[in-house]
């Protein structure tokens, strides 16, 4: 039960796009289609943005997306906002009603 | 809308136990999983437990597995996490979170476990 690897921080300016990372093993992010991504906003709960690796439940600007590949998932943010300034998290499903969490990346927006 | 809200919380001695709850409603508790993920002051979620909605499978971090328990009262729609033989690294911000598919949300405001002597 490893953490996933995200960096720790990205920045962009306003209205440019940002990419996290987020690299697991076969064994989670690699092997299953329950990728999540979360947004936390200093002393707030996280939000979910993205699930199954590529979905936005409603009410997510689509300037939201997910992908991955192999055993790293990506969240990409376009036309960075002020408000998307916040710290994210990506979440895998590990087998065996496990879950892990990726360490966090605190997205500055400049 | 669903709302989860945590109580419980507090300060407790190292080796000490604690009894977590969490309220659900706006949705038909009975039916879904649900999960605890904490956060420790200043650090990032860790996955914690989860048990099925129907309490047939539950699993834990290893961090934690042989001292702590989940469990639900579906008549209560009030979901629960045993802490036995806490330890400093406890000390953490517990959330509640419904389990949907396989992900997780939403999540409550949670409850916050210090364990200090």
């Known amino acids: 039960q490893s953490a996933l690897t995200q960096p720790r921080s990205v920045s962009g300016s306003p209205g440019q796009s940002v990419t996290i990372s987020c690299t697991g093993t076969?064994?989670?992010?690699?092997?299953?289609?329950?990728v999540s991504w979360y947004h936390q906003h200093p002393g707030k709960a996280p939000k979910l943005m993205i699930y199954d690796v590529n979905k936005r439940p409603s009410g997510v600007p689509d300037r939201f997306s997910g992908s991955k590949s192999g055993n790293t998932a990506s969240l990409s943010i376009a036309g960075l906002q002020a408000e998307d300034e916040a710290d994210y998290y990506c979440?895998?499903?590990?087998?065996?009603?496990?879950?892990?969490f990726g360490g966090g990346t605190k997205l500055t927006v400049l | 809308q669903v709302q989860l809200v945590e109580s419980g919380g507090g300060v407790v001695q190292p080796g000490g136990s604690l009894r977590l709850s969490c309220a659900a409603s706006g949705f038909t508790f009975s039916s879904y999983g649900m999960h605890w993920v904490r956060q420790a002051p200043g650090k990032g979620l860790e996955w914690v437990t989860f048990?099925?909605?129907?309490?047939?499978?539950?699993n834990y971090a290893d961090s934690v597995k042989g001292r702590f328990t989940i469990s639900r009262d579906d008549s209560k729609n009030t979901l629960y996490l045993q802490m036995n033989s806490l330890r400093a690294e406890d000390t953490a911000l517990y959330y509640c979170?419904?389990?949907?598919?396989?992900?997780?949300?939403?999540w409550g405001q949670g409850t916050l476990v210090t364990v200090s002597s």
């Open positions: 979170a419904k389990s949907v598919g396989l992900n997780i949300d939403p």
């Open positions: 048990i099925r909605y129907d309490g047939s499978n539950r």
């Open positions: 979440c895998s499903y590990a087998g065996s009603y496990t879950w892990v």
């Open positions: 076969s064994s989670d992010v690699g092997g299953y289609n329950y």
